[in-house]
């Protein structure tokens, strides 16, 4: 039985906005499940209606066996770290952790123990006296996650909450998250669209598009078997070629080439895509999945060369070593390894 299951939710702004449409999602308890989409695809509105921030016209939002479409937020017990870390900037580091259990009348003593617990823990002993103003962003962002976990909640949501830091502290914040994520065991919902960040802490990713969850998987299969057109080019892919199935991995292209591919799929037809990296500039030996093209455009890209080229399948991004080095109106043969190739639904 899964921890939490969002049920055909549906949202809809000022009745003519329709933002989730039929949205479902289960979840493991313990998993760090991550949103990934661009800004407006529904990530942050769903978010919003597992922490209780907005109620769902429609579906429902079972939790460890109970039903919380309608409870109130003050009744859910979740955890919220928000991308402005949302401290209290009249209270210092120790009360602003211990505000939740003050909330749910611990007594002192009990309040004094698991504050200074967690203040250890997440290596914020020092700055108990310390007001939010007198801290940098990662610090503040530890003071925040403190807070959050501190009152052992059932759910801990994160909104973006490493947005407003440098690159640097992302990275160390990311493995913070993971690591308090771990030891506590809590189950988390963290939304982002950065997909490094992402796919570095999750268990599991839902990419999102316009309201709707367009795969749900790990991030390795995510990155390496995308499913749909708008996820492949969301993580990277920018090779698109229409093909049609011939028979078995034979699938040919538009302008009637034959190409091989060695995924399995039941899609009759779809597109075609490879990343960048993974096509070959071929010499006369190599005959597999190879086509004649013409160099365009020349980009460098430090470690390597980008080349836009025009092939017999259309137009390739090719990523080459910077050993030797091409010309645009160049004639070049590329190949497309098929063990590299992707069939994904083409996108509405």
């Given at each position: 039985?899964?921890?939490?299951?969002?049920?055909?939710?549906?949202?809809?702004?000022?009745?003519?906005?329709?933002?989730?449409?039929?949205?479902?999602?289960?979840?493991?308890?313990?998993?760090?499940?991550?949103?990934?989409?661009?800004?407006?695809?529904?990530?942050?509105?769903?978010?919003?209606?597992?922490?209780?921030?907005?109620?769902?016209?429609?579906?429902?939002?079972?939790?460890?066996?109970?039903?919380?479409?309608?409870?109130?937020?003050?009744?859910?017990?979740?955890?919220?770290?928000?991308?402005?870390?949302?401290?209290?900037?009249?209270?210092?580091?120790?009360?602003?952790?211990?505000?939740?259990?003050?909330?749910?009348?611990?007594?002192?003593?009990?309040?004094?123990?698991?504050?200074?617990?967690?203040?250890e823990i997440c290596g914020l002993s020092e700055f108990a006296d310390r007001f939010p103003g007198q801290m940098s962003g990662g610090q503040r962002q530890r003071v925040a996650l403190a807070r959050a976990m501190v009152i052992q909640p059932k759910l801990l949501l994160l909104?973006?909450?490493?947005?407003?830091?440098?690159?640097?502290?992302?990275?160390?914040?990311?493995?913070?998250?993971?690591?308090?994520?771990?030891?506590?065991?809590?189950?988390?919902?963290?939304?982002?669209?950065?997909?490094?960040?992402?796919?570095?802490?999750?268990?599991?990713?839902?990419?999102?598009?316009?309201?709707?969850?367009?795969?749900?998987?790990?991030?390795?299969?995510?990155?390496?078997?995308?499913?749909?057109?708008?996820?492949?080019?969301?993580?990277?892919?920018?090779?698109?070629?229409?093909?049609?199935?011939?028979?078995?991995?034979?699938?040919?292209?538009?302008?009637?080439?034959?190409?091989?591919?060695?995924?399995?799929?039941?899609?009759?037809?779809?597109?075609?895509?490879?990343?960048?990296?993974?096509?070959?500039?071929?010499?006369?030996?190599?005959?597999?999945?190879?086509?004649?093209?013409?160099?365009?455009?020349?980009?460098?890209?430090?470690?390597?060369?980008?080349?836009?080229?025009?092939?017999?399948?259309?137009?390739?991004?090719?990523?080459?070593?910077?050993?030797?080095?091409?010309?645009?109106?160049?004639?070049?043969?590329?190949?497309?390894?098929?063990?590299?190739?992707?069939?994904?639904?083409?996108?509405?």
């Open positions: 039985m899964e921890f939490l299951t969002l049920n055909k939710i549906d949202v809809t702004y000022d009745k003519k906005k329709t933002v989730l449409k039929g949205l479902n999602l289960e979840v493991k308890e313990g998993e760090l499940v991550s949103l990934l989409g661009p800004s407006g695809c529904g990530k942050t509105t769903t978010l919003r209606v597992i922490a209780g921030f907005i109620e769902p016209s429609g579906g429902e939002f079972i939790l460890d066996g109970r039903n919380y479409t309608k409870v109130p937020v003050h009744k859910r017990n979740f955890g919220i770290v928000f991308q402005s870390y949302a401290l209290f900037p009249h209270l210092n580091v120790y009360d602003n952790v211990a505000f939740g259990l003050k909330l749910q009348k611990l007594k002192k003593a009990e309040i004094k123990r698991k504050v200074e617990d967690m203040l909104d973006e909450p490493l947005s407003n830091l440098d690159a640097k502290l992302r990275i160390n914040m990311r493995v913070e998250i993971k690591r308090l994520q771990k030891k506590f065991g809590i189950t988390m919902i963290f939304v982002t669209h950065d997909q490094e960040e992402c796919f570095s802490i999750s268990d599991k990713v839902a990419v999102m598009n316009n309201g709707l969850i367009e795969q749900y998987d790990t991030p390795e299969n995510i990155y390496l078997k995308p499913k749909t057109e708008f996820v492949a080019r969301f993580i990277g892919f920018n090779n698109f070629i229409p093909l049609k199935k011939q028979s078995g991995g034979i699938f040919i292209t538009e302008r009637k080439e034959l190409i091989q591919v060695e995924q399995e799929t039941k899609l009759e037809e779809g597109l075609g895509t490879i990343r960048p990296d993974d096509i070959l500039l071929a010499d006369e030996t190599v005959s597999e999945n190879v086509m004649n093209a013409t160099v365009g455009v020349r980009t460098f890209l430090g470690r390597s060369y980008q080349y836009e080229v025009d092939s017999t399948a259309g137009k390739l991004v090719v990523n080459a070593p910077i050993g030797k080095v091409y010309e645009p109106g160049d004639r070049v043969r590329v190949q497309l390894p098929k063990n590299k190739i992707i069939i994904v639904r083409k996108s509405m």
